[in-house]
């Protein structure tokens, strides 16, 4: 992996990271829009982890931390990087970020039809939790 760059995405890098969702990430969310990733950098400028190889987007992660919580969303690997220990490397930083912010347990987002991704997290160490599960409400209509 020494040919791995992992660093923390800019504002100039939000259409890209975008256009790379859309390639490599499973599902939508109402965020994946450039105002929202632009806020998601503005709050949090270390959130939003990109895994480059050859200066090309191989990853991403967002390691988000409120203070209470470590969450884990958006960790895509681009089909032709997969199997490359892509994913292991950008959930170490994100750890790693945690663990300096002083946070104690990672939730990590995982759609339930991505039995890819159940394998990816499993390995990583991390394990599903049946009696939980999520509620939401959108607060726009848009």
Not at 13 to 21: C, E, G, K, P, Q
Not at 43 to 49: I, K, Q, T, Y
Not at 63 to 84: E, K
Request: net charge negative; aromatic share 8%.
């Amino acid at each position: 992996m020494s040919d791995l760059h992992i660093r923390r995405a800019a504002l100039s890098d939000i259409d890209t990271v975008l256009r790379f969702w859309r390639e490599a990430a499973e599902g939508t969310s109402i965020s994946d829009d450039h105002d929202g990733v632009a806020r998601l950098i503005r709050r949090d400028p270390e959130a939003l982890l990109l895994a480059e190889r050859d200066g090309v987007l191989a990853g991403t992660v967002i390691a988000g931390f409120d203070g209470w919580r470590c969450s884990a969303y958006r960790l895509a690997v681009h089909p032709d990087h997969r199997r490359q220990g892509i994913a292991t490397a950008l959930l170490e930083a994100a750890e790693q970020r945690f663990a300096a912010l002083g946070g104690r347990r990672v939730d990590a987002m995982v759609l339930e039809v991505n039995e890819r991704a159940h394998l990816t997290w499993g390995a990583a160490g991390y394990h599903r939790e049946d009696h939980w599960r999520r509620w939401v409400k959108p607060l726009s209509t848009d």
